[in-house]
């Protein structure tokens, strides 16, 4: 390409557009000449390097880069633009661009480009990538918060797709209760997870939700489990798409849920300081909680001492008292006034009434009422002698029958009311009633046919 000869105001110009930093210097690399073309240079102070070797105005590791261009003598084949350091008066690093072209006489030219744009450019684009690294691993923290919090939540918790209705993901608790040998849970259709008449609900449900965009609520009964369960839906948006997230939890669960706390507060406070012992065990018999009046009938301190052991190793009748009290509550059958005996702390036997019931949670836990008879006793002190003792009429078949016949009778009353409480205690199960009463089997059935008992007891226990 031919241009033509250009006057040196024409060729000044162009080194303004093209270049920030113009540098003529001798073959030796003095500078003779500086022209700046951008304010932001003054910095530099570049008037004072004339005089000066270029290489003395560079910082340590770009001296090689300028005594290399030095050396070319602005020779094409090796000329290239090269990234140079300059130390400002106050200590500050301003980068360049330079390449170095022949001028006549052997004049060297240096042509500089500020590199400060785009060092800012860089630092943008690396605080920009320190920043999505950032953003993350913050995502990637609160991922691993939701994935611990949805797999460790006591309930059953599905995720689904609003359009599809397709379970999406379901935690563990969901798969526990969900489980199908035959299907995976997650792809499958979420109104296959509840039994048929409940399905129509799920529907109506979800449609609900997607058209209120609140929370709602429906009784719904679960695919192989007898009882109905509350499911509730929420819609969310992610990924352009609408999920639901669907929550199972049990009807007892939900009630409670819905209390008063204040009210639950209380509760708790008033079982504490209940007058009368009570315990919470789980289905094995294991104490889970025990209040102050419990600990103070059983001779403790404190709660650590029983918490944790079987119920069964402070009745004084163990397996018999625990087996009856047992075979009741698993047979959500409540236990009132059951009479035995408990043996504290110290070995000391005390009279107690139980009264227990099953309480129908997630898993189920029975609680137990202890009542003291002694203090109860004690308390009644005032009831007459006639009324304490039932056998106080006897007294008065002295003198008309012989002591013998009275003591028979009294003997056979005794059994009879004896086997008649047994057998209501255990309702009516004649083998931990004869375990009760330290009998045979055998010798229990032939007592019942005395008394004219076998076929009232048959009636009731078939």
Request: aromatic residues 4%; glycine residues 8%; negative net charge.
């Amino acid at each position: 390409m031919k241009l033509p000869s250009l006057d040196p105001s024409t060729f000044s110009q162009l080194l303004g557009v093209v270049s920030d930093v113009t540098l003529v210097m001798d073959p030796q690399g003095v500078i003779e000449d500086v022209s700046t073309g951008r304010d932001t240079l003054a910095s530099l102070g570049c008037q004072t390097w004339i005089g000066r070797r270029w290489i003395d105005t560079v910082t340590s590791e770009s001296r090689a880069k300028v005594q290399e261009m030095l050396l070319s003598q602005g020779v094409p084949e090796v000329m290239r633009w090269r990234h140079v350091n300059h130390m400002s008066p106050v200590g500050n690093e301003v980068a360049l661009q330079y390449v170095v072209l022949p001028l006549g006489g052997g004049k060297l030219l240096a042509m500089g480009r500020d590199l400060e744009s785009l060092a800012e450019l860089q630092r943008r684009l690396v605080e920009t990538q320190q920043s999505m690294e950032r953003d993350y691993l913050r995502l990637r923290h609160i991922e691993a918060r939701y994935r611990v919090l949805f797999d460790t939540s006591s309930e059953a918790v599905l995720m689904v797709d609003a359009t599809t209705q397709r379970v999406l993901e379901a935690n563990v608790g969901a798969q526990a209760l969900l489980k199908d040998a035959g299907k995976r849970l997650v792809g499958r259709d979420v109104r296959e997870c509840f039994e048929g008449e409940s399905q129509g609900e799920v529907q109506s449900l979800l449609r609900m939700a997607l058209a209120t965009g609140r929370i709602e609520m429906c009784a719904a009964r679960v695919a192989g489990l007898p009882s109905a369960w509350t499911v509730s839906a929420t819609v969310f948006r992610q990924e352009g798409g609408a999920q639901f997230l669907v929550r199972l939890v049990t009807r007892e669960t939900t009630a409670m849920a819905h209390q008063d706390p204040g009210s639950s507060a209380a509760l708790s406070e008033a079982m504490e300081r209940f007058p009368d012992g009570w315990l919470l065990t789980d289905t094995t018999g294991v104490i889970k909680s025990v209040n102050e009046e419990g600990m103070a009938l059983l001779g403790l301190t404190a709660s650590s001492q029983v918490v944790g052991q079987n119920l069964e190793r402070w009745l004084l009748r163990g397996a018999v008292d625990w087996g009856v009290l047992n075979t009741s509550l698993r047979q959500q059958l409540p236990v009132r006034n059951f009479a035995t005996e408990v043996r504290t702390l110290s070995g000391m036997t005390l009279p107690v009434e139980v009264s227990a019931v099953c309480l129908a949670r997630p898993e189920p836990m029975f609680a137990f009422f202890v009542r003291d008879m002694d203090r109860r006793l004690q308390g009644g002190a005032s009831v007459s002698q006639s009324q304490a003792n039932p056998f106080a009429d006897l007294t008065q078949l002295v003198g008309r029958r012989p002591i013998k016949d009275i003591v028979g009778e009294t003997v056979d009353t005794i059994e009879r009311m004896c086997i008649e409480a047994a057998l209501e205690l255990t309702h009516n199960n004649r083998a931990s009633a004869a375990e009760m009463l330290g009998l045979s089997r055998q010798s229990l059935y032939v007592k019942l046919r005395r008394f004219g008992m076998v076929a009232e007891a048959e009636s009731d226990n078939p």
